[in-house]
């Protein structure tokens, strides 16, 4: 065997060795899903009625869940901002519903929207476990 038939024989050992160890090697890490978020008052008049917003956490990982929201409504000449939470509950079944109260003030500023065909959206952030999600979601004026 000659110099080269060698050389060509290390060169193919060493392409099939490069070929090989990437596909075993490129694994990516396993990570938990991320919770899911869902808005369950999805108007303005349901908010109102209901004095709070109502969120489902749903999560395979985890004890607890834990929601915080910005509310900003549409205003004249600026929005209005708030925050609302920071809520805990303890999942059950791997879901968990909170409530974010509204304030009066809140209340107040959202009634006004809703008479004046305002909008207003929700920016929803939720923990559960280690993982982290969030949701923008406008909140609909009814009959507007």
């Known amino acids: 065997m000659g110099a080269a038939s060698r050389l060509a024989i290390a060169a193919a050992g060493l392409a099939l060795a490069l070929v090989i160890a990437p ?13 899911k978020l869902e808005l369950l008052t999805e108007t303005q008049e349901a908010v109102l009625r209901n ?3 109502k969120v489902r956490v749903r999560s395979k990982r985890g004890r607890h869940a834990r ?3 910005g509310l900003v409504v549409d205003g004249f000449p600026d929005d209005f901002s708030f925050r609302l939470g920071p809520e805990s509950r303890r999942l059950r079944d791997r879901e ?5 109260p509204l304030s009066a003030r809140q209340a107040e500023v959202l009634a ?3 008479q004046a065909c305002d909008g207003a959206t929700l920016t929803l952030a939720a923990k ?4 982290r999600t969030s949701l923008e979601a406008p ?3 009814k009959g507007c």
């Open 139 to 141: 909140l609909r004026a």
């Open 128 to 131: 559960a476990g280690k993982r």
């Open 51 to 53: 004095e709070a917003v």
């Open 67 to 69: 929601v915080k929201a």
């Open 112 to 114: 006004f929207a809703e």
């Open 96 to 100: 968990a519903r909170l409530r974010l």
């Open 23 to 35: 596909a075993g090697g490129a694994e990516k890490p396993h990570r938990p899903p991320k919770p």
